[in-house]
């Protein structure tokens, strides 16, 4: 789970039941966890928000947490926040084993529209804007639009 400070803050119990290794049996559809009995651990990533995230040194620090985690090519990738998160989040899902799977959960009116259709990724570098990306495609996306009662009245 990737995710920035701000989001964190606001939202961060939405995805509170998938953070605690689950006791019991796994539920219908769902697989176990290494230990029979126990759900998938899920690890938590926060970023700074907005641009500041958008950088080779977040993009590097989140490949080191992936492998330090013990992410596979089987792992999953859940980004949620603003459009900037979902830029840098997508970037590093479509590089990590050539291409992990990834779920984007945007939290901006913008974000629900333009990163999930638009399906640029990218981070800034040497002080250019969106120089660095692919394009890539989540495999689901969870539009939530109960997230936009947080956002300045402006947006």
């Known amino acids: ?8 803050s606001l939202h961060g119990s939405y995805f509170a039941p998938l953070m605690a290794r689950r006791e019991g049996p ?15 651990e899920v690890d938590k ?5 907005g641009d500041a995230c958008k950088s080779w040194a977040n993009l590097t620090a989140l490949m080191e947490w992936a492998f330090r985690s013990g992410a596979t090519k089987r792992s999953l990738v859940v980004a949620f926040g603003g459009g900037a998160l979902l830029n840098v ?4 899902a479509s590089m990590l ?6 779920i984007y959960v945007p939290t901006t009116l913008l974000a629900m529209h333009d990163v999930t259709t638009s399906l640029k990724t990218s981070i800034c570098f040497d002080g250019r804007k969106n120089n ?14 109960a997230f936009c009662r947080t956002l300045p009245r402006g947006e």
Do not use: H, N, W
Request: net charge negative; aromatic share 10%.
């Open 1 to 8: 789970l990737i995710t920035d400070e701000t989001v964190d």
């Open 26 to 40: 796994p539920a219908m559809g769902e697989t176990g966890g290494e230990e029979e009995g126990v759900g998938p």
């Open 45 to 49: 990533f926060v970023l700074p928000c």
């Open 89 to 92: 989040a997508g970037l590093f």
């Open 97 to 102: 084993y050539r291409g992990s799977k990834v």
């Open 132 to 145: 660095i990306g692919t394009f890539y495609a989540p495999t689901k996306i969870l539009i939530d639009v």
